[in-house]
T-cell receptor, first 115, second 115 residues
């Protein structure tokens, strides 16, 4: 089944404790991206990757890191989480073709709470 | 940069009635306008999209209209059913050579269809 898989789905952590949210897609997509969803603010892009080893900042990159060492994986790293990073996070992927990006396929989300 | 405003933030309709969600965008160069539906506990999923060379597109009970002059586009759902209850996001992007095609999302509309 074609899908984007995120882990963990739910996480409660404390300020300053490094964490990683994994994202994997099995559709051979080149484009991957991370979003955060907050009430009243919609979906805001954190980082994106056009292909392996190519990443760039989105609209709200502060406090986050990413890496794209393999085509299928795009982990989101919070080196020192803070309470304002409490949010619902989505990973998405797309096969861009000649017009980028194409339809975005989203994971089921990771709800993070930072105390 | 692009800014997308979405209204209303919540919408409640009776089953069988129509629902309309409206979005405005700021960048006149935007040329691709998708709509995503997010069911409870799930990631957003593309339901319909429209390109700037088209004024209207329909797919069964859903339709999207685009007014490039006024820079707004709308989602129309007819004969609403309880399973239409979800959060809907509009988005805008510039697709084509030299553009990343980054999607800018609206704030989201929570649609409730009452049986």
């Amino acid at each position: 089944e074609a899908q984007v898989t995120q882990n963990p789905r739910y996480l409660i952590t404390v300020t300053g404790k490094k964490l990683t949210v994994t994202c994997s897609q099995n559709m051979n997509h080149e484009y991957m991206s991370w979003y955060r969803q907050d009430p009243g603010l919609g979906l805001r892009q954190i980082y994106y990757s056009m292909n392996v080893e190519v990443t760039d900042k989105g609209d709200v990159p502060e406090g986050y890191k990413v890496s794209r060492k393999e085509k299928r994986n795009f982990p989101l790293i919070l080196e020192s989480p803070s309470p304002n990073q409490t949010s619902l996070y989505f990973c998405a992927s797309s096969f861009p073709g000649t017009l980028q990006p194409g339809e975005l396929f989203f994971g089921e989300g990771s709800r993070l709470t930072v105390l | 940069g692009e800014n997308v405003e979405q209204h209303p933030s919540t919408l409640s309709v009776q089953e069988g009635d129509s629902a309309v969600i409206k979005c405005t965008y700021s960048d006149s160069a935007s040329n691709y306008f998708p709509w995503y539906k997010q069911e409870l506990g799930k990631g957003p999923q593309l339901i319909i999209d429209i390109r700037s060379n088209v004024g209207e597109k329909k797919d069964q009970r859903i339709a999207v209209t685009l007014n490039k002059t006024a820079k707004h586009f709308s989602l129309h759902i007819t004969e609403t059913q309880p399973e239409d209850s979800a959060v809907y996001f509009c988005a805008a992007s510039k697709r084509g050579s030299g553009n990343t095609g980054k999607l800018i999302f609206g704030q989201g509309t929570t649609l409730q269809v009452k049986p």
